[in-house]
C-alpha cells in the first residue's frame, strides 16, 4: 500500500488544495491530509478539519488529520524552508505512520521528502489555479466565491 501526505493549513481551503488533493489520489492508495493548526491563525483548525471531513465525505482514501502545534516550538515561513522542514518533519515521524509520497505545491516538499525519508512529487498546477493569496480569499471572500467549496462558501456567509 502506498501512503501519501499532503500538509497544509487550509485557510481557507480552496479548489487549488482540492487540485492538489485530486492529483495525490491518483497515485497513492491512502492519503493523509495534515491541518496544521496553532492558536495564532485566523480560522480554528476545527472548522478547517470539518471541511475537509465534509469535502471528502466518501472518498475512504482521505483521511484528514488535524494537527495542533506551538509555533514557538514549530517555526513557520519566517524560517529558512530548509531548516523548518527538517523540524516538522521530525516532528511528523512521530505523529504519522510511515509515509512514501509527500505531495506539495511548493518548494518545501522537495526537502519534506528528503527529511521523511520518502519520495516527495512537487505538483504546481494548484498555484496557478489559485493565484491569490490565502490572505486575500479570508479578506475578501465574496470576491474568491469561485474559488472556494461550497462548505467554505457557507462559512464565509454565516460570518459575514
Same mark, same amino acid.
Given at each position: 500500500?502506498?501512503?501519501?501526505?499532503?500538509?497544509?493549513?487550509?485557510?481557507?481551503?480552496?479548489?487549488?488544495?482540492?487540485? !492538489?488533493?485530486?492529483?495525490? %489520489?491518483?497515485?497513492?492508495?491512502?492519503? /493523509?491530509? =495534515? +491541518?496544521? $493548526? &496553532?492558536?495564532?491563525?485566523?480560522?480554528?483548525?476545527?472548522?478547517?478539519?470539518?471541511?475537509?471531513?465534509?469535502?471528502?465525505?466518501?472518498?475512504?482514501?482521505?483521511?484528514?488529520?488535524?494537527?495542533?502545534?506551538?509555533?514557538?516550538?514549530?517555526?513557520?515561513?519566517?524560517?529558512?524552508?530548509?531548516?523548518?522542514?527538517? !523540524?516538522?518533519?521530525?516532528? %511528523?515521524?512521530?505523529?504519522?505512520?510511515? /509515509?512514501? =509520497? +509527500?505531495? $506539495? &505545491?511548493?518548494?518545501?516538499?522537495?526537502?519534506?521528502?528528503?527529511?521523511?525519508?520518502?519520495?516527495?512529487?512537487?505538483?504546481?498546477?494548484?498555484?496557478?489555479?489559485?493565484?491569490?493569496?490565502?490572505?486575500?480569499?479570508?479578506?475578501?471572500?465574496?470576491?474568491?466565491?469561485?474559488?472556494?467549496?461550497?462548505?467554505?462558501?457557507?462559512?464565509?456567509?454565516?460570518?459575514?
Amino acid at each position: 500500500m502506498k501512503r501519501g501526505l499532503i500538509i497544509g493549513k487550509f485557510l481557507p481551503l480552496h479548489i487549488g488544495h482540492m487540485t !492538489l488533493i485530486s492529483y495525490a %489520489l491518483e497515485h497513492c492508495d491512502e492519503l /493523509i491530509v =495534515v +491541518i496544521g $493548526a &496553532s492558536d495564532d491563525e485566523p480560522i480554528a483548525g476545527d472548522v478547517r478539519l470539518d471541511w475537509l471531513e465534509k469535502t471528502y465525505a466518501g472518498y475512504d482514501k482521505v483521511k484528514p488529520i488535524l494537527l495542533s502545534y506551538d509555533e514557538a516550538m514549530l517555526p513557520g515561513a519566517a524560517d529558512s524552508i530548509e531548516n523548518m522542514s527538517r !523540524l516538522w518533519a521530525s516532528y %511528523l515521524k512521530k505523529k504519522l505512520p510511515p /509515509i512514501d =509520497v +509527500i505531495f $506539495a &505545491s511548493e518548494a518545501y516538499g522537495a526537502y519534506m521528502g528528503r527529511f521523511l525519508d520518502c519520495e516527495s512529487v512537487i505538483y504546481e498546477e494548484p498555484c496557478k489555479i489559485v493565484p491569490v493569496p490565502a490572505a486575500k480569499l479570508r479578506e475578501e471572500p465574496d470576491l474568491y466565491l469561485h474559488l472556494l467549496p461550497d462548505v467554505v462558501k457557507d462559512y464565509y456567509k454565516k460570518s459575514g
